[in-house]
């Protein structure tokens, strides 16, 4: 077998930066061949090296010692002169950042061409088809004339990656690039990346992702400024997908009952902590018109942790801006508090906001120039809260409960892509705000950096805070006390995901707006037991009882409140009621209804649903012949 050549050589890097405690060793001794059409891993912990690498290798900052050699000739990256770097990097090396660097004053297509027109490549025509190429190759094509502000936070990243690639270069650092996607657009990149070493390029990606770990063909991890070969435990942190073969339903379960989080709190308040309603926004461009928000309605209460989620451009980042004050409505209400936030002025909304909401944004936005204490006490300066002596010590209080109180006098630029996140949601608690707003804040941290923002938001929702948080990652979901889910600027109705979990996002759409609400007067019948089933029932408010007929009449075999549903024995089988189903009579019902025809074609699109469903509607079916076989 062909030995492979060596793409990239590090010998003896070490990279140490200045602090007002003194030296930091952030690369401490890096000795690393790369091979052509490699696709080589960096995993490690936020602060540990990872992103300080790449710059070594692209030439983006200085060695303190050793060497970085390029190629059959063995270039030395680190000898070349600014100006020669820059011609030699565009040609040779395509940088994935992790916050995009998008030009916002270009479109998508004039973003990716960039490159061309920096190395001197640029041809009109041959440009512009190369960059719609690419943009179709990371399945955005359709927003190419738009500029970065009207796609989302993971569309930018395509963009960013479909940019790295217009000069053909033979590698590509990739930092974090899947770090603020969901999950199935971060594995079409993947994908595209595997396509792409398999044509021969060499793709070095940093991550914190170790599900990532045996898609690499090779991977190292980083701990503290030094590269080992971990362990292959890690492997066991891919996450599973349920398989509808897998669901098993044991006697006295209620299939797809309403799940309840252990940490849900039932503190209410006469006004909301958060109301949309009817809320629209539509951007405008020469490509046209493009609808971000479509008439959306919400209610968040306080004490209330809060996740939306959904794929890359389905509206999340703009319906936080909404929320902030940050984008106006097109049309529509949002009161925060009791407070219609667009009849402020710009500076009085500034102030409101400084003072009642705490901001976490997917980029960080510290200040430069000042050290990670002085950032987090910049809101409280703005906002005058505590007096000039006390926020030091607050500030100080605030980077010790995220972990960086050993960081706290570092300046942004020498601490981890991880820590300045953790800096930015130390910051967005400095007033002590009841809102905090966060737009996919353990997007750049590993696992255990993650656990401790995740376990801060959980008490600080317990202690009456509604904490409103976007995110790509399903498994985060699973501790909040609600989820959102958003597909093509509508939200998805809550009873359609807890019913059809196994569908996927635009069908969850699709029964959404093919559903019907209607509400039932308690005691009140809505099928009888022989009745032909001409919809499929979903609970959002009150409860049914489920009840057969035997020789004592109307047993009462199940009661179902929100997030159950009844219907899809009838419906899958094609038979008559097979009981009859009555409002509870404490109070009324609300259904909401998707009719026959509609559910049969959701059903034929989604072989995963259909398959639990058949699971659902087989175990009802065994229990009501068990009970009149009993009597």
């Not at 050549?5 to 007002?20: F, P, R």
């Not at 996450?239 to 989080?261: A, H, L, M, R, Y």
Request: charged share 20%; aromatic share 6%; with cysteine.
């Amino acid at each position: 077998m062909t030995e492979r050549k060596k793409i990239i050589k590090l010998k003896d890097v070490i990279k140490a930066y200045t602090t007002s405690n003194g030296p930091f060793i952030a690369l401490d001794g890096i000795n690393l061949d790369v091979s052509e059409g490699e696709f080589l891993g960096i995993t490690g912990k936020s602060g540990a090296g990872k992103t300080t690498l790449l710059n070594m290798i692209s030439g983006v900052s200085e060695l303190s010692s050793g060497g970085v050699l390029f190629g059959d000739h063995e270039i030395s990256v680190h000898k070349m002169d600014e100006d020669a770097l820059a011609v030699w990097r565009g040609r040779n090396v395509g940088i994935v950042y992790q916050s995009f660097e998008l030009i916002p004053t270009l479109n998508l297509v004039e973003n990716v061409m960039l490159p061309q027109d920096f190395s001197g490549d640029y041809h009109p025509t041959i440009s512009k088809e190369r960059a719609l190429e690419l943009l179709e190759l990371v399945d955005i094509v359709e927003h190419a004339y738009k500029i970065p502000a009207h796609i989302s936070g993971g569309q930018k990243q395509r963009v960013a990656i479909a940019r790295a690639l217009v000069n053909d270069p033979p590698l590509i650092l990739a930092d974090e690039p899947t770090g603020n996607l969901d999950t199935v657009t971060a594995d079409t990149i993947f994908q595209i990346f595997e396509r792409l070493v398999s044509q021969g390029k060499t793709i070095i990606m940093v991550t914190h992702d170790a599900s990532l770990a045996e898609r690499f063909s090779r991977r190292l991890e980083i701990i503290d400024g030094v590269i080992e070969i971990p362990s292959t435990k890690d492997h066991s942190m891919r996450s599973q997908t349920q398989d509808s073969q897998n669901i098993e339903i044991k006697s006295g379960e209620n299939p797809f009952g309403e799940i309840v989080n252990p940490h849900s709190r039932n503190i209410t308040k006469e006004i909301p902590a958060i109301l949309l309603e009817n809320v629209v926004k539509t951007y405008e461009n020469a490509a046209g018109k493009f609808s971000a928000l479509k008439g959306v309605d919400l209610r968040f209460e306080y004490g209330q942790f809060i996740s939306i989620v959904g794929k890359s451009g389905c509206g999340k980042s703009t319906l936080l801006n909404m929320v902030t004050g940050i984008d106006h409505p097109t049309s529509g209400r949002v009161l925060v508090g009791d407070v219609d936030i667009y009849k402020m002025s710009e500076s009085q909304r500034a102030l409101w906001r400084g003072k009642n909401m705490g901001v976490v944004f997917q980029f960080f936005q510290l200040l430069p120039t000042l050290t990670l204490l002085e950032n987090v006490m910049l809101p409280m300066d703005y906002c005058d809260v505590y007096s000039f002596r006390e926020r030091p010590e607050k500030a100080m209080q605030l980077l010790e409960m995220v972990g960086l109180g050993e960081q706290a006098h570092k300046l942004p630029g020498n601490v981890s892509s991880g820590q300045q996140q953790s800096a930015a949601i130390a910051r967005a608690l400095a007033t002590d705000p009841p809102i905090i707003l966060a737009d996919e804040p353990t997007g750049n941290l590993d696992s255990r950096s993650a656990e401790i923002i995740l376990s801060l938001f959980e008490k600080l929702a317990y202690d009456g805070k509604t904490i409103l948080i976007v995110t790509h990652d399903p498994s985060l979901t699973k501790r909040t006390d609600q989820t959102i889910i958003l597909s093509d600027g509508e939200v998805i109705d809550q009873s359609v995901v807890s019913s059809l979990p196994f569908l996927d996002h635009p069908q969850m759409l699709s029964a959404t707006q093919h559903s019907k609400k209607q509400t039932y007067s308690q005691g009140s019948t809505i099928l009888h037991q022989g009745d032909p089933v001409n919809h499929f029932y979903m609970v959002t408010n009150g409860e049914v009882d489920i009840l057969v007929n035997t020789k004592i009449p109307e047993t009462r075999v199940a009661r179902l409140g929100p997030g159950q549903f009844f219907g899809e024995v009838e419906l899958i089988q094609n038979l008559d009621s097979i009981a009859s189903v009555r409002a509870c009579s404490k109070k009324p019902a609300e259904l909401a209804m998707i009719s026959k025809t509609e559910f049969l074609k959701l059903l034929d699109t989604s072989s995963l649903m259909k398959g639990a469903l058949d699971k659902v509607a087989q175990f009802r079916i065994n229990e009501n012949r068990l009970l009149i076989n009993n009597h």
